[in-house]
């Protein structure tokens, strides 16, 4: 069962910053999982529509420009990565889990995408797109077949399995409230891995590795290789 950190390792550093990403690293995760939106001509990870959470800084993300974002402090000390810095610091070392919060055109991300599987050393395996928007993952298969998708789900949704079959999604990314042995067989059988979000108990991790699930989200993931390997 793979781990992927969850926003980085953001139990231990701030969610989607370059310290959460590195931490996750040096936990040895198999992936790391990020947020991303548009704002202004450039692609920034940050998981919130709003900035006050995370920067104390009032009103919203997109309603700054790229410049203001840049300037910007997560817990008043980190700065809000680009997809690009994200990519350029993970470097190929793991799987990265790419969700698309925000409406990302095309001519912003395609681009980058090919960056990451050129210079960035990424394979295309490693990449993984996912979003709780259908159509934009549907958007993104036109332009890129080659990027795996993941079909992000909140519900119990009915045939949830052979949704993603027909959106032409690689896997099924579930919530931990929501997922059944029914759900996981339903999408091995039609070859889909499942990955649910988000997973920090110590309970929930031994039984979803019993269900066969194929991975997990965890904001903590030295806690959820520590619970794997029975320390
Ligand atoms: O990608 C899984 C999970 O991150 C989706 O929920 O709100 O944490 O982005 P959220
Ligand atoms: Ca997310």
Request: hydrophobic fraction near 45%; proline fraction near 4%; charge should be negative.
């Amino acid at each position: 069962m793979l781990i992927i950190a969850h926003r980085g390792a953001s139990a231990e550093a701030p969610e989607n910053t370059l310290v959460a990403m590195h931490r996750a690293l040096e936990c040895k995760a198999d992936g790391i999982e990020i947020d991303i939106y548009a704002v202004d001509g450039e692609i920034f990870v940050f998981h919130d529509r709003y900035l006050e959470r995370l920067t104390a800084h009032p009103g919203r993300l997109q309603d700054l420009t790229a410049a203001q974002i840049r300037k910007l402090k997560v817990f008043g000390q980190h700065p809000v990565p680009t997809l690009a810095e994200v990519l350029e610091s993970i470097g190929g070392r793991c799987l990265l889990n790419i969700e698309l919060k925000g409406e990302v055109p095309l001519d912003l991300l395609a681009p980058l995408l090919e960056r990451a599987r050129g210079e960035f050393g990424f394979t295309a395996e490693q990449l993984i797109l996912s979003s709780f928007n259908h159509h934009w993952l549907k958007a993104l298969h036109g332009r890129c077949p080659w990027v795996r998708l993941g079909a992000l789900n909140a519900s119990c949704m009915l045939d949830y399995a052979a949704f993603a079959t027909e959106l032409g999604a690689y896997s099924l990314h579930t919530c931990v409230d929501f997922v059944d042995q029914a759900l996981v067989d339903d999408a091995h059988q039609r070859g889909l891995p499942v990955y649910v979000y988000t997973v920090d108990e110590s309970h929930d991790i031994h039984e979803l590795k019993k269900m066969g699930v194929d991975g997990i989200f965890t904001n903590h993931p030295q806690f959820a290789r520590n619970v794997l390997d029975g320390l």
